[in-house]
């Protein structure tokens, strides 16, 4: 599985997982789906616990301060609404204990 993972990317690796017996475009739109009424439904209760696997809540940082060049003066900017995710105890101890840092962090020092 790659680092990143846009849209096309796991659409194509769960229909190789799936040896393709499921045409790509019903894999998208279960995607598409899924996401429109995850979002729905995060924006409606503020906070999604899947057991098991995770906690999602969506969480508003404060209104920052920064320099507007055209005003010429300091303004308000509203604060943004950031996704945040907590894994479960058990499955961050699994990821963590599959991790080799010494490769993971090989080349920052070259």
Excluded at 31 to 56: P, R, T, W, Y
Aim: hydrophobic share 40%.
């Amino acid at each position: 599985m790659p680092k990143t993972l846009n849209k096309r990317k796991l659409v194509d690796t769960i229909a190789r997982n799936l040896n393709h017996t499921i045409h790509r475009t019903h894999i998208s739109n279960v995607i598409s789906m899924f996401a429109d009424d995850f979002l729905i439904e995060l924006e409606q209760k503020q906070k999604i616990k899947i057991g098991n696997f995770c906690v999602f809540w969506l969480e508003t940082s404060k209104p920052r301060k920064y320099h507007h060049l055209w005003e010429r003066r300091v303004m308000l900017a509203a604060g943004k609404t950031h996704l945040k995710i907590k894994l479960t105890q058990s499955l961050r101890d699994r990821i963590v204990g599959e991790l080799d840092l010494i490769k993971t962090f090989a080349g920052e020092n070259k």
